[in-house]
Each structure stands twice: as structure tokens, then as C-alpha cells.
């Protein structure tokens, strides 16, 4: 038997074969190669000649900023915080304990002052109320001041400011004489003779200062004589 037609159709079978991958590979697009790395060229835009005006941003109204040390935030501010600044302390002044003095002498109304008449050796002990004018016969007291230092101690101090003037008696139809001032400054009940009253015919000193309301001037009234 012949072998000729069977090699024709496998030879024929083979270019149908051979014509279609041919065709296949036609219709594939080829193969790109990649494109090199270049950096795209940033496109500008044209610059207006009027920009249009921007609004700035507007503030976070819940944004809250925490204050530092010293900052107050008061309360009630919207959108933003406000800072105070923090007053300075003022340093305190410190405290200078003073010298505590002696207290202060406690004043009377009433002067009882003594005087002794140096002829008849009569002592006269009365009250003489402060700015009132007291007699005794040709004399005339006059206290300004009467006080006590330390009226509580066991010896207390009086002291007065007298004025002492002398007027003799007028004889009855005449006019009296003018006074005439025979002693002034302060005197002393716990050191008579310290400024001592001088005075040839009677002796005048200090011996307390009385208390309560003043009375109305009277007449001194004449004690016991003193011995002689």
C-alpha cells in the first residue's frame, strides 16, 4: 500500500498547525519596553493679577487652651483665653514691739492742799477745785491741774500746778488792793520742799488729789490748830 497520501496530510496538518500560531502571534500586541524615571514637570498656573482676598480661619470656638501657672482664665470668654497678670505678694511688714512707757497719770478735780498761817500756827487743810479760785485770808489758789502717778502703787505721787496770789482783805468802803502773784509752778505731795511756797507770814503745800465730781469753790473751812 502507498504511504504518500497519509505523509501529505500530516504535512498538510503540520503548516495549518504552523499558520495559526503565525496568525496568534500577529494579532498580540508586542511587548513595550518601560519607560525611563522622569520627573514630571510641575505644571504652573497663571498668576492672577487681582487675587481674591482670603478670610483668615476662624477661631475654634471649642478649643479651650490650658492656662500655665499664673495665667487666669476668666470665665465666660467664647473663643479665647485671657491671660491676667499674676499681682506680686506683697511682703508683710514685720511688727516692732514698742517699748510699753509708764502709764499715764490719772487726773483729779479737786486739789486738797494745807496751808499754816507761821503767826498764829492755824493750819488749814480744804479743797481746792480745779479752775475754781480759793481764799485764805490774804491768799488766793488757783489750781490748774491735779494728778496722781501710780495710783495703784503703794506710794502714789500727786502732784498740782498752783497759782498763789495775795490780796489782802479790802477795809469795808474801799476798793480791794490789786493781786499780786507770789508763787506759780508745780507742786509736790511726796517732796513738799522740792519747789517749797516762800512766804514770810504762811506755808502752802500739796497733800492729795481728790476724786468724784467737782464741787462749787467754798470758803475753807479752819481745823484744829497745830501746836505750837
Request: net charge positive.
Amino acid at each position: 500500500m502507498d504511504s504518500r497520501p497519509g505523509r501529505l496530510t500530516a504535512r498538510l496538518a503540520l503548516l495549518g498547525v504552523l499558520a495559526w500560531s503565525i496568525g496568534l502571534a500577529r494579532a498580540q500586541p508586542p511587548a513595550q519596553a518601560p519607560a525611563p524615571n522622569v520627573a514630571p514637570t510641575p505644571s504652573v498656573a497663571p498668576t492672577p493679577a487681582n487675587p481674591p482676598a482670603v478670610a483668615p480661619p476662624a477661631p475654634a470656638a471649642n478649643i479651650i487652651t490650658a492656662p500655665v501657672p499664673g495665667d487666669v482664665t476668666l470665665e465666660g470668654a467664647p473663643a479665647n483665653v485671657v491671660k491676667a497678670t499674676p499681682t506680686p505678694t506683697p511682703t508683710p511688714t514685720p511688727q516692732v514691739a514698742l517699748p510699753v512707757g509708764p502709764p499715764a497719770p490719772v487726773r483729779s478735780p479737786i486739789a486738797v492742799l494745807r496751808v499754816l498761817d507761821k503767826v498764829t500756827a492755824e493750819t488749814m487743810r480744804f479743797e481746792a477745785p480745779v479752775g475754781r479760785h480759793v481764799r485764805y485770808k490774804s491768799l488766793i489758789f488757783t489750781v490748774s491741774v491735779c494728778e496722781t502717778r501710780g495710783p495703784n502703787d503703794a506710794a502714789p505721787r500727786p502732784s498740782a500746778y498752783v497759782v498763789i496770789d495775795s490780796q489782802p482783805p479790802a477795809p469795808p468802803g474801799y476798793a480791794p488792793p490789786p493781786m499780786r502773784q507770789v508763787f506759780k509752778g508745780w507742786m509736790f505731795a511726796g517732796a513738799p520742799g522740792l519747789h517749797p511756797f516762800e512766804h514770810p507770814v504762811y506755808d502752802a503745800w500739796l497733800e492729795v488729789c481728790g476724786g468724784g465730781p467737782a464741787a462749787p469753790a467754798a470758803s475753807p473751812t479752819p481745823i484744829a490748830p497745830a501746836p505750837a
